[in-house]
Each structure stands twice: as structure tokens, then as C-alpha cells.
């Protein structure tokens, strides 16, 4: 066997062994495709991409997606035409990622999204367009360094346009709270976790419909959280997770501002508006049951004539199947043997 067989027989048997060594079904790129899970929680498509070592948004998946789980990987860089095929994301998860960067325009296309969780990342502000999402419910930017977020806010254009229910900032290098104007849905918000100083219980004019807020592991004063202790309180929300010390209770170092907060303009216009969102959503639902309720009728009353065409149409056919058949006119033995005798004397007459 010559030099040049013996290379190609080994050359065989290598690539042999490397395919064997591959994991099945792999394909190059559309081995991360097949990796990918599709879910149906809730009749509603679940792509679960989890950790695969994905450097961006893939592009491959079925556009119909719904919830898009894309934790766990190594994306840098969010890019305006990441989601543009994918209009219909009600809940994207990019938690645990490396995204540095996001070009404006990323998240336009994503009307339909309620809940997005951008939480350990490298992002040092949240994308203001975010803010201006009109679905988006839920938004979590915890364990990032929000170093720029104050300076880029100052940009931001109020009142936002996003429902904002629930906020998580927590562990983000935070001085302050952001100030994103009121919020009149807001009933969460987690700041722990972060260097936070100061706090007026007038910032939380703002969020008039607030329940729950986390102040833990932080460096605000005793005496402050003891006001927003029982602000909260005063307003029906929970102080849980407040912490407080029980050695700040005397009101005379620490007096109650609530009052002043209930009572001020921007505590009065965001529970107008909160009262605004409420009519336009019974409005809305009203108008629904309405468009459905006439559509209903609409239903019924041409199932009805249809029926009644049915039965007139089957009345008229049941009375021409019981008319009787035409009977030939009777005729008595005379006429007829006359009738008879006549045919016979014509055809006599015929043979003569």
C-alpha cells in the first residue's frame, strides 16, 4: 500500500471519529436552534434558550414567540433588528447575560411586551425607550451598575408611557431613587441593596398606589426610615420591608410629613390619573362586552331567519309530496264499448 492510500484511509477514519465525537443532530449554527426549547405555558409559545453560549439574539426562532428566555449566555450587544421579527413578545428574559449596550430603537417593535428582566448585566442605565413601552408592566434592571442613570433620566420624557406596576433596582450602586414621574400603577418597587442616602417621603408622591417598597441594606437614616415607615402605614401600604429602629420613635425628632405629602399636588394628580386609568379601562371593557354582545344578537337573529327559511321551505315540500296523483276521467261501458265498435269500423273502412 503506497503513502498516498495510507493518508486517505487515515484521513477517513478521522473524520469518522470526529462526527462520532459530535453531539447529536449537530449542524453547524443550527445546532443551537435545536437546543432551543419550545414550550406552550399557558396556550401561550415558549422559546427557552438557555444557556448556549449565544452572542446575540438569535434570528432563526418562530416569529410567533410570546415568552423568549434568553438567560444564561454571553450577549454583549442588543441591536436595533434583534426583535424585529418577533413583534409579538409579551415576556423577554435576558437575565444573566454580558449586554453593555443597546442602539436606540431596539425595543420598538415590542408593543405587546409586559415584562422584561435585563437583571445581571454590565448596563450602566436603562434604555429610556423601555419607559415609553405601552404594555410593559413588570420591569427588573437589578444587579447592574447604574452608574449614568440619573444623568440620563434628565432626558426622560414624563409622564412615561408604560403602565409600570412593579420595579426591581435593586443592587444597583443607586444614590437616589429615579425619578421617572408619576406612576400612578406602580404598587411595587425593590430599591435594596443599594448606598442610597437620602429619601423624602415627598418622592413617593409619585407613587400614590404604592403597597410594597424594600429599603433593606441600605444607608438611609434611622429617622427617614422611620417617616416612610409609617407613611406607608398611613397610606394602607406595607412596611415590611422598611427597617426600623425602635429607638427612633419619639415624633419629636422625627416628625410625621405625611401630611403634607397627601395633601400636595403631585399626590392629588397622580391619584387622578390612576382614577382616569380605571374609567378607561371600564370604558374599555364595556365597549368589549358591548361589541360582543351585539355581535351575539347579530349571530342569533341570522341562525333565526335561517331557521324559518329551513321550515317554509320544508312545509312547501311536505304539501307537494301529499297532493294527489292526477287520475284519469272516468268513463261508463257504454261509451266506452261505443268508443270501441267506432275504432273498428274505421279500420274496415281503412282496409276496403
Same mark, same amino acid.
Given at each position: 500500500?503506497?503513502?498516498?492510500?495510507?493518508?486517505?484511509?487515515?484521513?477517513?477514519?478521522?473524520?469518522?471519529?470526529?462526527k462520532m465525537m459530535m453531539p447529536f443532530g449537530y449542524v453547524g449554527v443550527v445546532q443551537d436552534e435545536r437546543k432551543c426549547q419550545y414550550l406552550r405555558?399557558?396556550?401561550?409559545?415558549? %422559546?427557552?434558550?438557555?444557556?448556549?453560549?449565544?452572542?446575540?439574539?438569535?434570528?432563526?426562532?418562530?416569529?410567533?414567540?410570546?415568552?423568549?428566555?434568553?438567560?444564561?449566555?454571553?450577549?454583549?450587544?442588543?441591536?436595533?433588528?434583534?426583535?424585529?421579527?418577533?413583534?409579538?413578545?409579551k415576556i423577554l428574559v435576558l437575565y444573566e447575560n454580558k449586554i453593555q449596550s443597546v442602539e436606540p430603537g431596539t425595543f420598538a417593535p415590542l408593543t405587546?411586551?409586559?415584562?422584561?428582566? !435585563?437583571?445581571?448585566?454590565?448596563?450602566?442605565?436603562?434604555?429610556?425607550?423601555?419607559? /415609553?413601552?405601552?404594555?410593559l408592566r413588570n420591569l427588573y434592571v437589578d444587579s447592574n451598575e447604574l452608574f449614568n442613570l440619573d444623568r440620563d433620566l434628565q432626558g426622560l420624557e414624563?409622564?412615561? /408611557?408604560?403602565?409600570?406596576?412593579?420595579?426591581?433596582?435593586?443592587?444597583?450602586?443607586?444614590?437616589?431613587?429615579?425619578?421617572?414621574?408619576? !406612576?400612578?400603577?406602580?404598587?411595587? %418597587?425593590?430599591?435594596?441593596?443599594?448606598?442610597?442616602?437620602?429619601?423624602?417621603?415627598?418622592?413617593?408622591?409619585?407613587?400614590?398606589?404604592? @403597597?410594597?417598597?424594600?429599603?433593606? *441594606?441600605?444607608?438611609?437614616?434611622?429617622?427617614?426610615?422611620?417617616?416612610?415607615?409609617?407613611?406607608?402605614?398611613?397610606?394602607?401600604?406595607?412596611? *415590611?420591608?422598611?427597617?426600623?429602629?425602635?429607638?427612633?420613635?419619639?415624633?419629636? *425628632?422625627?416628625?410625621?410629613?405625611?401630611?403634607?405629602?397627601?395633601?400636595?399636588?403631585?399626590?392629588?394628580?397622580?391619584?387622578?390619573?390612576?382614577?382616569?386609568?380605571?374609567?378607561?379601562?371600564? @370604558? $374599555? $371593557?364595556?365597549?368589549?362586552?358591548?361589541?360582543?354582545?351585539?355581535?351575539?344578537?347579530?349571530?342569533?337573529?341570522?341562525?333565526?331567519?335561517?331557521?324559518?327559511?329551513?321550515?317554509? *321551505?320544508?312545509?312547501?315540500?311536505?304539501?307537494?309530496?301529499? !297532493?294527489?296523483?292526477?287520475?284519469?276521467?272516468?268513463?261508463?261501458?257504454?261509451?266506452?264499448?261505443?268508443?270501441?265498435?267506432?275504432?273498428?269500423?274505421?279500420?274496415?273502412?281503412?282496409?276496403?
Open positions: 500500500m503506497d503513502l498516498h492510500a495510507v493518508a486517505i484511509a487515515l484521513l477517513a477514519l478521522i473524520t469518522i471519529n470526529t405555558p399557558s396556550r401561550m409559545l415558549k %422559546i427557552r434558550c438557555y444557556e448556549m453560549n449565544l452572542r446575540e439574539v438569535p434570528q432563526y426562532l418562530k416569529s410567533s414567540v410570546e415568552i423568549l428566555d434568553l438567560a444564561f449566555n454571553r450577549i454583549k450587544k442588543l441591536k436595533r433588528n434583534s426583535f424585529e421579527r418577533y413583534t409579538s413578545i405587546s411586551l409586559e415584562e422584561i428582566d !435585563l437583571s445581571n448585566n454590565a448596563l450602566v442605565s436603562i434604555p429610556l425607550e423601555i419607559f /415609553q413601552l405601552p404594555s414624563t409622564p412615561i /408611557q408604560a403602565p409600570l406596576e412593579y420595579l426591581n433596582v435593586a443592587d444597583c450602586g443607586l444614590e437616589n431613587l429615579p425619578d421617572l414621574g408619576v !406612576l400612578p400603577k406602580l404598587w411595587q %418597587i425593590n430599591a435594596s441593596s443599594n448606598p442610597l442616602t437620602e429619601l423624602t417621603v415627598d418622592t413617593l408622591a409619585n407613587m400614590c398606589n404604592l @403597597r410594597t417598597m424594600d429599603l433593606t *441594606k441600605t444607608e438611609i437614616s434611622d429617622c427617614t426610615l422611620q417617616q416612610v415607615n409609617r407613611y406607608l402605614r398611613y397610606i394602607g401600604a406595607s412596611s *415590611k420591608y422598611v427597617p426600623i429602629s425602635l429607638d427612633d420613635l419619639d415624633n419629636t *425628632k422625627c416628625p410625621d410629613p405625611y401630611n403634607e405629602t397627601v395633601n400636595s399636588t403631585t399626590y392629588h394628580s397622580c391619584k387622578a390619573e390612576a382614577e382616569l386609568a380605571k374609567v378607561l379601562s371600564w @370604558r $374599555w $371593557w364595556a365597549i368589549a362586552a358591548a361589541a360582543a354582545l351585539a355581535v351575539l344578537v347579530f349571530t342569533w337573529y341570522c341562525c333565526r331567519r335561517n331557521s324559518k327559511k329551513k321550515k317554509k *321551505k320544508s312545509k312547501a315540500k311536505t304539501k307537494v309530496n301529499a !297532493l294527489p296523483p292526477k287520475q284519469q276521467p272516468l268513463v261508463s261501458p257504454t261509451l266506452a264499448l261505443k268508443s270501441h265498435n267506432d275504432r273498428t269500423m274505421l279500420q274496415d273502412c281503412d282496409c276496403a
